[in-house]
């Protein structure tokens, strides 16, 4: 079975610094698609990036990009220039036509 | 932007009663989710649904759940008889393909959270 490990459970970050969340995940495909997902405090799921495992180019957009290592099974997001309203929990995420999420880690953004 | 809408926002009820969650997804996708979020936890999938029947459920989703699409618009979760920890916020997500080779994002709805007194 796929699974989503997301290992920092909370991080802070400075306002305008540049923070890495990690997410790794198994699975037995070759083919498949990962997402980040930000929940802020209320509630919703906002996509924010997505990647599909064929393609070896890492996705961005805008101040969100990932490093992809397909071999490694290793999908981590960056954000760049980190601003008050990124303030929520991520969430790392394989599909497999249902979405299988990691547990989330929460940001902080310092002012 | 066309969006994933659920109603109500938050439902508080009985133990034992029947509770059902509205959601009217995206109207040209074909593939339906539930997903559950007890506080303070990830996400977790319940149940797809696509062409009028489940297409995969997970363990939490037991007898006591049931979905319908009952009129082509709205996408229905049905709790027979709540229990105390059936309280979580329960998302409603859809999207246009469902096949694995797809990079269609699953959209969510903002979510209804249910509280079991």
């Known amino acids: 079975a796929q699974t989503v490990t997301q290992s920092q459970p909370e991080m802070s970050v400075q306002e305008a610094e540049t923070v890495t969340l990690s997410c790794t995940y198994d699975?037995?495909?070759?083919?498949?698609?990962l997402f980040w997902y930000k929940q802020p405090p209320s509630r919703q799921m906002i996509l924010v990036i997505r990647?599909?495992?064929?393609?070896?180019q890492n996705a961005t957009e805008n101040r969100f990009s990932v490093n992809f290592q397909k071999a490694a099974k290793s999908f981590s997001l960056k954000i760049s220039d980190s601003q008050l309203g990124d303030a929520a929990m991520y969430f790392c995420a394989y599909r497999d036509d249902k979405i299988i999420f990691g547990k989330g880690t929460r940001l902080h953004i310092l002012p | 932007e066309p969006e994933v809408t659920q109603t109500p926002s938050h439902q508080v009820t009985q133990m034992g009663q029947e509770v059902i969650l509205r959601c009217v997804p995206i109207?040209?996708?074909?593939?339906f989710y539930w997903y559950r979020q007890i506080l303070g936890q990830k996400v977790e999938f319940l149940v797809s649904f696509y062409n009028n029947e489940i297409s995969e459920k997970s363990e939490i989703f037991d007898d006591q759940f049931s979905v319908e699409r009952p009129d082509g618009s709205n996408f229905t979760l049905k709790i027979r008889s709540t229990k105390l920890e059936d309280s979580a916020m329960y998302f409603c997500?859809?999207?246009?393909?469902?096949?694995?080779?797809?990079?269609?994002?699953?959209?969510f709805g903002d979510g209804t959270r249910l509280s079991i007194l």
């Open positions: 997500a859809s999207s246009e393909v469902g096949a694995l080779y797809s990079n269609q994002p699953q959209h």
């Open positions: 109207s040209n996708h074909l593939y």
């Open positions: 699975t037995s495909e070759s083919d498949y698609y």
């Open positions: 990647q599909e495992a064929y393609k070896q």
